[in-house]
């Protein structure tokens, strides 16, 4: 660079040399033609003229004067042209130097551009690893069988997803999300809000079971779990609520818990009657035993009399003995399930009729007349060996507690799908406190008949289990001295 420049120094010196030396040999030319031309011409010119300052003399002066300052003029306009305007070289430099900043310029551009579509694709890549995710996340939170919460710390629920919409039987998300968790009483009942509140303090995973009873009329069990999520910092901004129906789990829960508890009572009522039905078998025996010993000992030191007596004791022992014996073995095997239930139709008439039929030398025994009113072709649907058994256990009741010359009246009428049977004494009746008992396993009422028949006590069970296992039930109205009416239901058709 300064190279040129010095070269455009010696240049432009060299230039004015030129014309420097150019001038004063324009000048001394002139003063030589000056000086001929007055030599020639003094003789021409006789008169001088007087004061005339563009004389012949000084003509030349002029000329030299108007080239010199011509010379100058030329000197300082090229020396404006040298610093106003650069030299050819000096201008394909800057222009050289300006392309070469513009080429740097541009690959620096180019290079960003490359970096910022670089930048694009890799964000581009992010965006679609990211929509990815979201739609799998969106697909799992709406596929899930679990209902899904996400709650903010004030209560208020963020996202909900269909399974919970289908939990609580809400119409649509907007009106879930109208609910706030920390307010709303229903929630703050069951002990969620608790559960919610303590999962924002402690920063830990809360699960609980609850009974809910949601705006929309639907009664649930859920079980929630509330597990916190730190999105901002380190405490916990939201809670993610996962809500399970168990209300299937736990209504089976309910039904094995009161089927056990409904089992040990069974079992302490089974182990109470069998050590009351021990004791009442044991009774009758020591009363065979007796008699029997007593006639086998002093046979001949009794009269006939006396040995009748002891016969009589003995056999109606027996036959206490024999009926228990016989209503314990059907009692058992219905317990045990042997007992196959055959349900088909019967004529509820015919069937009664056979049972009087059956019970009519025990009645004339106490002149005790049966009358049926049940109308011919009055069909149930039942086991019928069950149904006889039940009908002459409740008829030998009726009589076993009803004073000579008394009537009981059998009839049956429809209550909307069953048949409702009842048969009724004019005996001696049943206070309040025994109607309790009467059916009952663990208590084993037995009372003596008016004759002073002796019972089983188990005849009652039977009945009602006979008469459940047919789909139908049976209870007892009664007062005492005025008598008793025992009815029962049995269906009418096959349900």
Same mark, same amino acid.
């Given at each position: 660079?300064?190279?040129?420049?010095?070269?455009?120094?010696?240049?432009?010196?060299?230039?004015?040399?030129?014309?420097?030396?150019?001038?004063?040999?324009?000048?001394?030319?002139?003063?030589?033609?000056?000086?001929?031309?007055?030599?020639?011409?003094?003789?021409?010119?006789?008169?001088?003229?007087?004061?005339?300052?563009?004389?012949?003399?000084?003509?030349?002066?002029?000329?030299?004067?108007?080239?010199?300052?011509?010379?100058?003029?030329?000197?300082?306009?090229?020396?404006?042209?040298?610093?106003?305007?650069?030299?050819?070289?000096?201008?394909?430099?800057?222009?050289?130097?300006?392309?070469?900043?513009?080429?740097?310029?541009?690959?620096?551009?180019?290079?960003?551009?490359? $970096?910022?579509?670089?930048?694009?694709?890799?964000?581009?890549?992010?965006?679609?690893?990211?929509?990815?995710?979201?739609?799998?996340?969106?697909?799992?939170?709406?596929?899930?069988?679990?209902?899904?919460?996400?709650?903010?710390?004030?209560?208020?629920?963020?996202?909900?997803?269909?399974?919970?919409?289908?939990?609580?039987?809400?119409?649509?998300?907007?009106?879930?999300?109208?609910?706030?968790?920390?307010?709303?009483?229903?929630?703050?009942?069951?002990?969620?809000?608790?559960?919610?509140?303590?999962?924002?303090?402690?920063?830990?995973?809360?699960?609980?079971?609850?009974?809910?009873?949601?705006?929309?009329?639907?009664?649930?069990?859920?079980?929630?779990?509330?597990?916190?999520?730190?999105?901002?910092?380190?405490?916990?901004?939201?809670?993610?609520?996962?809500?399970?129906?168990?209300?299937?789990?736990?209504?089976?829960?309910?039904?094995?818990?009161?089927?056990?508890?409904?089992?040990?009572?069974?079992?302490?009522?089974?182990?109470?009657?069998?050590?009351?039905?021990?004791?009442?078998? %044991? *009774?009758?025996?020591?009363?065979?035993?007796?008699?029997?010993?007593?006639?086998?000992?002093?046979?001949?030191?009794?009269?006939?009399?006396?040995?009748?007596?002891?016969? %009589?004791?003995?056999?109606?022992?027996?036959?206490?003995?024999?009926?228990?014996?016989?209503?314990?073995?059907?009692?058992?095997?219905?317990?045990?399930?042997?007992?196959?239930?055959?349900?088909?139709?019967?004529?509820?008439?015919?069937?009664?009729?056979?049972?009087?039929?059956?019970?009519?030398?025990?009645?004339?025994?106490?002149?005790?007349?049966?009358?049926?009113?049940?109308?011919?072709?009055?069909?149930?649907?039942?086991?019928?060996?069950?149904?006889?058994? *039940?009908?002459?256990?409740?008829?030998?009741?009726?009589? %076993?507690?009803?004073?000579?010359?008394?009537?009981?009246?059998?009839?049956?009428?429809?209550?909307?799908?069953?048949?409702?049977?009842?048969?009724?004494?004019?005996?001696?009746?049943?206070?309040?406190?025994?109607?309790?008992?009467?059916?009952?396993?663990?208590?084993?009422? %037995?009372?003596?008949?008016?004759?002073?028949?002796?019972?089983?006590?188990?005849? $009652?069970?039977?009945?009602?289990?006979?008469?459940?296992?047919?789909?139908?039930?049976?209870?007892?109205?009664?007062?005492?001295?005025?008598?008793?009416?025992?009815?029962?239901?049995?269906?009418?058709?096959?349900?």
């Amino acid at each position: 660079m300064k190279i040129l420049q010095n070269i455009n120094r010696l240049f432009l010196s060299r230039l004015s040399k030129y014309l420097l030396t150019a001038f004063l040999t324009l000048c001394f030319c002139t003063v030589y033609s000056s000086s001929f031309f007055n030599k020639t011409n003094q003789s021409i010119l006789q008169i001088k003229p007087k004061n005339n300052f563009l004389t012949i003399n000084t003509f030349p002066l002029v000329w030299i004067s108007v080239i010199f300052i011509a010379f100058i003029l030329i000197i300082i306009y090229i020396k404006k042209i040298k610093h106003k305007q650069p030299s050819t070289t000096v201008k394909d430099k800057v222009i050289r130097k300006q392309i070469d900043d513009l080429k740097e310029e541009l690959t620096k551009e180019k290079n960003t551009l490359e $970096l910022l579509q670089k930048k694009n694709e890799e964000l581009a890549n992010e965006n679609k690893n990211i929509r990815k995710s979201e739609e799998k996340y969106q697909t799992l939170i709406k596929n899930s069988p679990i209902g899904i919460l996400l709650i903010d710390k004030n209560g208020s629920i963020i996202e909900v997803n269909q399974a919970l919409l289908d939990i609580l039987g809400s119409p649509d998300e907007n009106e879930t999300k109208l609910f706030n968790l920390f307010e709303y009483q229903p929630i703050v009942d069951s002990g969620i809000t608790h559960s919610l509140k303590k999962c924002f303090l402690t920063d830990e995973t809360i699960t609980e079971d609850c009974l809910y009873f949601s705006n929309w009329g639907k009664r649930v069990y859920i079980r929630y779990s509330f597990v916190p999520i730190k999105l901002e910092s380190n405490k916990t901004s939201h809670v993610l609520a996962n809500i399970e129906d168990v209300t299937s789990r736990k209504n089976a829960e309910i039904k094995i818990k009161e089927s056990e508890q409904k089992l040990r009572e069974v079992n302490l009522a089974k182990d109470k009657f069998f050590s009351i039905i021990a004791h009442d078998i %044991k *009774t009758p025996f020591n009363a065979i035993l007796g008699f029997s010993g007593l006639l086998q000992d002093d046979f001949d030191n009794f009269n006939t009399d006396e040995k009748k007596t002891f016969i %009589k004791n003995i056999n109606e022992a027996a036959e206490i003995t024999f009926k228990l014996l016989e209503n314990l073995l059907e009692w058992s095997r219905s317990q045990t399930g042997k007992i196959i239930i055959n349900p088909e139709k019967i004529d509820l008439s015919l069937l009664i009729n056979d049972t009087i039929s059956f019970l009519k030398p025990t009645a004339e025994k106490k002149s005790i007349q049966i009358h049926s009113d049940v109308n011919y072709n009055t069909i149930v649907f039942a086991d019928i060996n069950m149904i006889t058994t *039940t009908i002459r256990n409740l008829i030998s009741n009726a009589i %076993k507690f009803s004073f000579p010359n008394g009537l009981i009246k059998i009839s049956a009428k429809n209550v909307d799908n069953f048949i409702e049977i009842s048969i009724t004494d004019n005996g001696i009746g049943i206070s309040n406190q025994d109607l309790s008992k009467i059916f009952k396993l663990d208590t084993h009422f %037995k009372k003596e008949g008016t004759a002073h028949e002796q019972g089983t006590g188990l005849g $009652l069970i039977l009945c009602k289990e006979f008469v459940e296992k047919n789909g139908g039930w049976i209870w007892a109205e009664s007062e005492p001295g005025k008598g008793s009416c025992f009815k029962f239901t049995l269906p009418k058709e096959k349900s």
